[in-house]
């Protein structure tokens, strides 16, 4: 009798177990007007959601189960955009609870948002981060980089250099002029989208006369950037210690630091960058706007004279190379941002391409240069047509698995960037055709970065029931303090396994076989899977700001008409003395002061 009850158990405890579902969901939340979808992992039957009083408000049926590459599973979708009123829900499938953390809200992307963004002003090097704006976070400055060394490989350099202020790159200490260079890009393209919206948004920084902060932090990098440009236009590659430091505060890297090389590729970076600065700054400081055009235009010279002067690492020299021995992308990026402030026809852009940005691969950026510029470049209309080939294939990945444009294929370094960037390229697409699956992709992607993964994590440090606590990124593993720096989007799974070894800084073996999805380790060992750096954040930062700029009646002025649900809000068009502006929800209209909520006959709304 006893082993049949054991038996009979251990039959039900099996059961139990094979039944047991797994819902994947966005841990930060969902927005209440917004498209809404989840994923299921061995679910049976319906998916129901309960309020707090147990009431069960909405049963959906999930889709046909699919395959996904990228983890080997087989999961179901579920679309529950019909849930609207804001709120914590419990998820259960075929009666039994599977999570309890599904959060509604009316902005739910808004503190998210902020905090990728302030995560720029912990990357500060060269000053103090003070209690008021940093929190438990505050620390001592480092890194004044005053009187900084030329490397031998920093040609026409003499004497020393005064550059100081920027953004730390990465988990360590160095200043790279590329890879500020698409970052940098990317935050000025937000504010250059979104100009209303962002003069009024604020996250807690120090002021820097009367610009909106967004435009505060990009100025304190962009202040360092040109500081790297030579007296013959030319610009520096990178400014390091010639060794990683070890795991200390910044005050601490006491090591020696140079000025180190100069490419063609980091000139033309700066040239880029610096000719969206003129524009963007023009109507705030327009002296600083000419300085910014001015340097763009000296060092695209420089470029054209020396068109293959390429990065490479000295001997002696073992921080990040960001080397590229094709600059072709990079000067057609250069050459149409000069072209859009300038309008002078000797800076002539070629071609236009599908390939998503990256540092090393700056085309993209020209096709959303062009294809947003219809005025301006006769090619316009082919690269509008590259954006949206590569978009649709976008959107179809995003149909079925974890409603991610990504494929097998894209998880290599930094994965969670490429996501993040397909998430970018998905809203220009539906800025220029205003259909919705190219936004509601754009969504979906977010929400893999949040949280609706195969590892059920958020991949952004203090924001998710379940999120990093160990990235790579040495403030957080030397301040002392439990929790890491917030608002920092680490790289994510990738199967390389650079980081691996039997060494005692090196990683366990994480790596899944056949699920690069799932290849993450989360430990300050890996620097492959684990670290952050500041292309990584630019295009999240991107995603979810202009979702909720989006969302708040926002859009870019070359965008088509009718893409967001409440008038568009151009430039120069928003008041910001607090007056009542009229609203639409898309289904009724309202009166909004000073964030409350009225109807036509003055009542307040819940």
Request: glycine share 8%; charged share 20%.
């Amino acid at each position: 009798m006893k082993s049949r009850f054991l038996t009979a158990s251990a039959i039900l405890a099996m059961a139990s177990v094979s039944f047991a579902a797994t819902a994947y969901i966005n841990q930060i939340g969902y927005r209440t007007s917004d498209f809404k979808e989840l994923t299921l992992f061995e679910g049976s039957g319906n998916v129901d959601f309960v309020d707090q009083s147990g009431k069960t408000v909405l049963s959906v049926t999930p889709s046909a189960a699919a395959n996904w590459d990228g983890s080997g599973q087989s999961v179901q979708l579920v679309d529950f955009t019909e849930l609207k009123t804001p709120g914590t829900y419990t998820i259960k499938v075929n009666g039994r609870e599977v999570r309890k953390d599904l959060k509604i809200a009316d902005n739910a992307y808004g503190e998210v948002s902020k905090a990728l963004l302030k995560w720029f002003y912990y990357q500060r090097a060269s000053m103090a981060l003070e209690e008021q704006y940093a929190g438990k976070w505050k620390r001592a400055a480092g890194h004044p980089d005053m009187g900084v060394a030329f490397h031998s490989s920093a040609t026409g350099g003499s004497g020393t250099l005064n550059s100081p202020k920027g953004w730390y790159d990465a988990g360590d200490y160095g200043k790279y002029i590329v890879n500020s260079g698409i970052s940098t890009y990317t935050l000025l393209s937000l504010y250059e989208h979104f100009p209303a919206y962002f003069d009024n948004l604020k996250w807690n920084i120090p002021a820097d006369g009367n610009l909106p902060d967004l435009l505060a932090e990009i100025k304190y990098n962009l202040d360092w950037m040109l500081t790297m440009q030579a007296s013959d236009g030319g610009v520096y590659h990178k400014l390091t210690t010639l060794q990683f430091c070890g795991t200390v505060m910044p005050n601490e890297d006491i090591d020696k630091r140079y000025v180190i090389g100069k490419s063609t590729t980091a000139t033309l970076d700066f040239a880029g960058v610096m000719a969206v600065a003129a524009r963007v700054y023009e109507k705030f400081d327009a002296t600083f706007a000419a300085k910014a055009l001015d340097a763009a235009k000296k060092a695209y010279a420089w470029a054209e004279s020396n068109p293959s002067t390429y990065y490479n690492q000295p001997r002696d020299v073992a921080t990040g190379t960001y080397a590229d021995n094709n600059a072709k992308d990079e000067k057609n990026f250069a050459a149409a941002e000069l072209f859009v402030t300038t309008k002078d026809a000797s800076y002539a852009a070629q071609g236009a391409s599908g390939a998503i940005p990256g540092w090393a691969e700056m085309s993209g950026l020209v096709t959303y240069t062009k294809a947003t510029h219809a005025a301006d470049f006769s090619d316009a209309a082919a690269a509008k047509d590259s954006l949206i080939a590569a978009a649709d294939r976008y959107a179809n990945h995003a149909a079925t698995g974890f409603g991610v444009p990504m494929t097998k294929n894209d998880f290599y370094w930094g994965s969670n960037s490429v996501a993040a960037n397909m998430g970018v390229w998905l809203l220009h697409a539906y800025y220029l055709t205003g259909e919705k699956k190219y936004y509601q992709s754009a969504v979906k992607t977010l929400d893999y970065l949040l949280g609706k993964n195969p590892l059920d994590m958020s991949f952004v440090t203090g924001f998710g029931t379940k999120s990093p606590m160990h990235p790579h990124h040495r403030p957080s593993q030397a301040d002392g303090i439990q929790e890491p720096v917030p608002g920092m989007l680490v790289g994510g799974p990738q199967p390389g396994g650079e980081d691996i070894g039997k060494n005692e800084w090196e990683c366990r073996d994480y790596r899944v076989n056949g699920a690069p999805a799932k290849s993450y380790f989360d430990d300050e060992c890996s620097y492959a899977s684990n670290e952050v750096a500041i292309n990584w954040n630019s295009p999240i930062a991107y995603l979810a700001g202009a979702i909720e700029a989006l969302n708040s009646g926002h859009a870019p002025s070359f965008a088509v008409d009718g893409i967001v649900s409440i008038p568009k809000v151009r430039p120069g068009l928003r008041t910001g003395d607090g007056t009542p502006k009229l609203r639409f929800d898309s289904h009724r209209v309202f009166i909004e002061n000073n964030g409350i909520r009225y109807d036509l006959k003055g009542k307040k709304l819940k």
